[in-house]
């Protein structure tokens, strides 16, 4: 085995599913974009980050566990967050991840594609055109679906996001609907 160093990028957070790129690299998916705004404006006690089994507590604990931050070793909850804060970025996750081998080294390569938006994807396909990029996530506080077009065939550095809107046309057989994308915006 080989170990694939994510270091550069902050680490990865909740590998999720992947799929194989028409350029034979692996696109994976980052299960957890964690809610920054709450983060910042957490309003838990220590004793709460102590004893977290669920929710935005636990998923502070779990993330900060990795920077070798562990409430217990802390006296108070302002003592804990300036430590944290120093080491952990929430907008570093919630990415498509991509792995591939670089032909001169023969070793990974690990990035994450900002321009392919940030949520708690799932997985992420690319279309053999290799522009279109088609994004679901998890189900969970994003709920949707979504793509990403490049500008250039297999460069995803530049391109434009977008949003399934769905209108329900009927409700026999299973149903029926259309759907139109709502272009997000362009990002390089």
């Not at 998916?29 to 006690?45: C, I, K, Q």
């Not at 321009?115 to 055109?129: F, K, N, Q, V």
């Not at 460069?155 to 057989?173: E, H």
Request: with cysteine.
């Amino acid at each position: 085995p080989v170990a694939v160093d994510f270091s550069a990028w902050g680490g990865v957070a909740a590998p999720c599913a992947g799929s194989v790129s028409p350029w034979n690299t692996h696109l994976g998916s980052e299960e957890s974009d964690p809610n920054a705004r709450l983060w910042e404006t957490f309003g838990g006690n220590i004793t709460t980050l102590r004893g977290a089994s669920s929710g935005l507590a636990r998923d502070i604990v779990s993330f900060l566990r990795y920077f070798g931050h562990y409430a217990s070793d802390y006296e108070t909850l302002d003592a804990f967050w300036a430590a944290a804060k120093d080491s952990f970025k929430p907008y570093r996750y919630g990415y498509i991840t991509e792995v591939g081998i670089d032909a001169k080294t023969d070793k990974p390569e690990a990035r994450k594609w900002f321009t392919l938006g940030r949520a708690s994807w799932e997985m992420a396909l690319t279309m053999p055109d290799k522009k279109t990029v088609y994004l679901a996530d998890d189900g969970g506080r994003n709920m949707g679906f979504y793509k990403f077009v490049a500008d250039v065939p297999g460069d995803f550095n530049r391109g434009t996001l977008y949003a399934a809107k769905a209108n329900q046309t009927s409700d026999k057989n299973g149903g029926a609907f259309t759907f139109t994308w709502i272009k997000l915006g362009w990002a390089d």
